[in-house]
């Protein structure tokens, strides 16, 4: 049995009724309306009566935010509560022919309620006044009364302000941005309209009109006029500021709007710009290049003529075959061939190699014209097999005194470099400082007295090339019967690296392919006969200093003389040992199989009939496993920690 802690948090709840402060004194723009007094029995009036207790806006719901100049407008929607007149009034939750005076005040929205409850029945209301019956007498703070005002802000703001269109109140806008001109506690009359206009603080400038008498429209209890904004209206706005603009309704007036706009002379990093004037496409001189901010706002950059733009550029270049650049060639036997050679940035020269030339390769064979400190490279040399050992002397090739660096010694090479001679060069950052203080390194190699036709540039900081490895055959998943003969052919190349190779089938090492240490890469081939029934993993691992790559191809055997059900787990992602640079690493085993054998045929189920049972290094399982949902065998899992994790899956019918 596990048993867990759990943490009881007691809330203490308190229950607080809505009772009309005492305060009751506010000046007239705070004031909702007035009462004789606090008393049982007030009488009530408009806050413009001459009574002495206030009931006060800002006791209840804080400072009021919008223009107080019109704040006890009604618009026929927003009515708190009917008098019976200005003064010594009766007060009623509805209008008629004796109660025919309105009382209103700002943003906000109430009701009579009419429940037993000190509080609101909506809670997100609040208790400003007490009538005695409907129509009644009008109270402060008297319990007996069981009519309750009760009151909310129909919004936080302005009254007149800008919104996007979620609703919300926004300060900023870009061209092109739709947005409205709001008026909050307007009743929609048809005979109202907005005039939005550019706001120019100074004595200087006049305030620009972009529009007169726009045409709002009712919008549930608010008044609005939509305003796609366009270019030209912030041009027609005059070339000033053309920042801030506001609309103007009903004699009020709303706060500003900055608009902004790509090319207006303000970098606005927040709406993805990265410069703010535009200007025409730059030049630049040969190998160079320049940057200017184009017309969305973004920086840009013009690469002119240079050595890898794939033009030849007459005058300077002989050649350009842009990526293909200091690609070295591989010449028939006897013959030559030419490769272009990128040197720097200001010179493309055509290059030469002989059959019978010296030159750099990687570990597969391949010419190749740069490398990193820490990788393996390999001296090629056709004319030199047949006579055992002798030796590469390496150097840094300089206008003046070569630097002498290292000497390989080399020897006959055997199954593809059979008659041809080679040497391994494992590059060291002492090998590179003998090459002097020079940025961008030229090393060459010379035997027999002939120098390597290509060079090898060192890049400081070059990156490990990772190992290559992969199962051609058989398939995960293919189906096989006992006895068969089957041709396990695998692949595996490092370009800067000697690897080891272990072949396992079953789990169990094949002897007649050995570790094969320090071997070269290429494709290998072993036949091999199934003993065995059941699932057979057949498995590659490679390694070198370094790293480690593994591969898997698990494979059903069927033993023709038993019913039986096989499944195969078929992993597409991750690879095994893969580095994933991220949190989250993203499985997938759809390629996973299922048969059903009868003593006679096979029958294959689908991937809902399967159960996927993952389980990783920290702990946690997948809670899907029915294969019926695509998230028991293809999904993305996140490691919370770096380093050595792991993933197991089991699989089930």
Same mark, same amino acid.
Request: charged letters at 20%; one cysteine or more; glycine letters at 10%.
């Given at each position: 049995?596990?048993?867990?802690?759990?943490?009881?948090?007691?809330?203490?709840?308190?229950?607080?009724?809505?009772?009309?402060?005492?305060?009751?004194?506010?000046?007239?723009?705070? %004031?909702?309306?007035?009462?004789?007094?606090?008393?049982?029995?007030?009488?009530?009036?408009?806050?413009?009566?001459?009574?002495?207790?206030?009931?006060?806006?800002?006791?209840?719901?804080?400072?009021?935010?919008?223009?107080?100049? &019109?704040?006890?407008?009604?618009?026929?929607?927003?009515?708190?509560?009917?008098?019976?007149?200005?003064?010594?009034?009766?007060?009623?939750?509805?209008?008629?022919?004796?109660?025919?005076?309105?009382?209103?005040?700002?943003?906000?929205?109430?009701?009579?309620?009419?429940?037993?409850?000190?509080?609101?029945?909506?809670?997100?209301?609040?208790?400003?006044?007490?009538?005695?019956?409907?129509?009644?007498?009008?109270?402060?703070?008297?319990?007996?009364?069981?009519?309750?005002?009760?009151?909310?802000?129909?919004?936080?703001?302005?009254?007149?302000?800008? +919104?996007?269109?979620?609703?919300? %109140?926004?300060?900023?806008?870009?061209?092109?941005?739709?947005?409205?001109?709001?008026?909050?506690?307007?009743?929609?009359? &048809?005979?109202?309209?907005?005039?939005?206009?550019?706001?120019?603080?100074?004595?200087?400038?006049?305030?620009?009109?972009?529009?007169?008498?726009?045409?709002?429209?009712?919008?549930?209890?608010?008044?609005?006029?939509?305003?796609?904004?366009?270019?030209?209206?912030?041009?027609?706005?005059? %070339?000033?500021?053309?920042?801030?603009?506001?609309?103007?309704?009903?004699?009020? +007036?709303?706060?500003?709007?900055?608009?902004?706009?790509?090319?207006?002379?303000?970098?606005?990093?927040?709406?993805?710009?990265?410069? *703010?004037?535009?200007?025409?496409?730059?030049?630049?001189?040969?190998?160079?290049?320049?940057?200017?901010?184009?017309?969305?706002?973004? +920086?840009?950059?013009?690469?002119?003529?240079?050595?890898?733009?794939?033009?030849?550029? *007459?005058?300077?270049?002989?050649?350009?075959?842009?990526?293909?650049?200091?690609?070295?060639?591989?010449?028939?036997?006897?013959?030559?061939?030419?490769?272009?050679?990128? *040197?720097?940035?200001?010179?493309?020269?055509?290059?030469?190699?002989?059959?019978?030339?010296?030159?750099?390769?990687?570990?597969?064979?391949?010419?190749?014209?740069?490398?990193?400190?820490?990788?393996?490279?390999?001296?090629?040399?056709?004319?030199?097999?047949?006579?055992?050992?002798?030796?590469?002397?390496?150097?840094?090739?300089?206008?003046?005194?070569?630097?002498?660096?290292?000497?390989?010694?080399?020897?006959?090479?055997?199954?593809?470099?059979?008659?041809?001679?080679?040497?391994?060069?494992?590059?060291?950052?002492?090998?590179?400082?003998?090459?002097?203080?020079?940025?961008?390194?030229?090393?060459?190699?010379?035997?027999?007295?002939?120098?390597?036709?290509?060079?090898?540039?060192?890049?400081?900081?070059?990156?490990?090339?990772?190992?290559?490895?992969?199962?051609?055959?058989?398939?995960?998943?293919?189906?096989?019967?006992?006895?068969?003969?089957?041709?396990?052919?695998?692949?595996?190349?490092?370009?800067?690296?000697?690897?080891?190779?272990?072949?396992?089938?079953?789990?169990?090492?094949?002897?007649?392919?050995?570790?094969?240490?320090?071997?070269?890469?290429?494709?290998?081939?072993?036949?091999?006969?199934?003993?065995?029934?059941?699932?057979?993993?057949?498995?590659?691992?490679?390694?070198?200093?370094?790293?480690?790559?593994?591969?898997?191809?698990?494979?059903?055997?069927?033993?023709?003389?038993?019913?039986?059900?096989?499944?195969?787990?078929?992993?597409?992602?991750?690879?095994?040992? +893969?580095?994933?640079?991220?949190?989250? &690493?993203?499985?997938?085993?759809?390629?996973?199989?299922?048969?059903?054998?009868?003593?006679?045929?096979?029958?294959?189920?689908?991937?809902?009939?399967?159960?996927?049972?993952?389980?990783?290094?920290?702990?946690? &399982?997948?809670?899907?496993?029915?294969?019926?949902?695509?998230?028991?065998?293809?999904?993305?899992?996140?490691?919370?920690?770096?380093?050595?994790?792991?993933?197991?899956?089991?699989?089930?019918?």
């Amino acid at each position: 049995m596990k048993f867990g802690g759990v943490i009881l948090l007691f809330l203490g709840v308190v229950l607080f009724s809505s009772l009309v402060s005492a305060v009751g004194s506010c000046v007239d723009s705070d %004031t909702i309306f007035k009462l004789y007094d606090a008393s049982y029995s007030s009488h009530a009036g408009t806050y413009l009566s001459p009574y002495n207790y206030d009931v006060c806006y800002s006791d209840f719901f804080g400072a009021y935010t919008g223009n107080t100049t &019109a704040v006890h407008n009604c618009y026929g929607k927003d009515n708190i509560v009917w008098l019976s007149g200005t003064t010594n009034a009766h007060a009623s939750n509805s209008s008629s022919s004796v109660y025919n005076t309105s009382v209103c005040y700002g943003n906000l929205d109430c009701v009579v309620d009419t429940t037993s409850s000190l509080t609101c029945y909506d809670t997100s209301r609040t208790v400003i006044a007490r009538m005695s019956s409907n129509p009644g007498t009008l109270g402060a703070s008297n319990l007996s009364y069981s009519n309750k005002i009760c009151c909310k802000k129909t919004y936080d703001g302005d009254q007149y302000r800008w +919104e996007g269109s979620s609703g919300t %109140t926004i300060t900023q806008a870009r061209v092109g941005d739709t947005v409205y001109a709001s008026a909050q506690d307007y009743d929609g009359t &048809a005979d109202s309209t907005f005039d939005i206009y550019e706001y120019d603080p100074t004595i200087f400038d006049v305030d620009e009109t972009i529009f007169s008498n726009a045409q709002g429209s009712a919008f549930g209890t608010k008044w609005r006029y939509n305003w796609t904004i366009l270019k030209s209206d912030i041009i027609d706005s005059g %070339t000033d500021d053309y920042d801030d603009f506001r609309f103007w309704i009903n004699q009020e +007036e709303s706060k500003d709007l900055n608009i902004t706009f790509c090319g207006d002379g303000m970098e606005q990093p927040a709406f993805g710009e990265e410069c *703010d004037i535009p200007n025409d496409v730059c030049t630049s001189g040969y190998g160079q290049s320049c940057s200017f901010c184009n017309s969305t706002c973004q +920086e840009d950059y013009v690469d002119t003529t240079y050595c890898g733009d794939g033009q030849v550029y *007459d005058g300077i270049e002989e050649c350009d075959l842009g990526a293909n650049n200091s690609n070295t060639c591989t010449p028939e036997t006897g013959g030559i061939c030419d490769y272009c050679i990128k *040197d720097g940035a200001n010179n493309c020269t055509w290059g030469t190699i002989n059959d019978n030339d010296p030159y750099w390769t990687d570990l597969s064979g391949e010419p190749i014209a740069t490398s990193s400190i820490g990788s393996l490279v390999m001296l090629w040399y056709n004319n030199g097999g047949g006579r055992g050992f002798t030796s590469f002397d390496v150097f840094e090739e300089d206008p003046l005194f070569d630097d002498s660096v290292t000497t390989i010694l080399g020897e006959d090479g055997t199954g593809d470099y059979d008659g041809d001679f080679i040497g391994f060069w494992l590059i060291t950052q002492g090998d590179v400082d003998k090459g002097g203080e020079e940025e961008n390194y030229a090393f060459k190699f010379s035997i027999d007295g002939k120098d390597s036709a290509n060079s090898l540039d060192i890049v400081p900081g070059g990156v490990d090339q990772p190992i290559d490895l992969k199962i051609i055959s058989p398939d995960c998943g293919e189906i096989f019967y006992m006895g068969d003969e089957v041709t396990i052919e695998f692949e595996v190349n490092d370009p800067d690296d000697l690897v080891n190779v272990i072949l396992t089938i079953n789990e169990n090492p094949v002897t007649e392919i050995p570790d094969e240490t320090n071997a070269l890469g290429g494709t290998r081939r072993y036949n091999y006969t199934f003993s065995e029934s059941g699932t057979i993993p057949i498995r590659v691992v490679a390694s070198n200093d370094d790293e480690m790559a593994s591969v898997v191809s698990n494979v059903i055997v069927v033993n023709p003389a038993i019913s039986a059900d096989y499944v195969a787990a078929c992993i597409s992602e991750p690879k095994n040992f +893969e580095r994933i640079n991220s949190d989250f &690493a993203s499985f997938d085993a759809s390629n996973s199989i299922a048969i059903s054998y009868d003593g006679s045929s096979i029958t294959t189920h689908s991937l809902s009939d399967m159960s996927f049972n993952w389980v990783f290094s920290d702990g946690r &399982a997948n809670p899907y496993s029915s294969g019926g949902n695509p998230l028991a065998y293809k999904f993305q899992k996140y490691f919370q920690s770096s380093g050595d994790n792991w993933a197991k899956l089991d699989i089930g019918l």
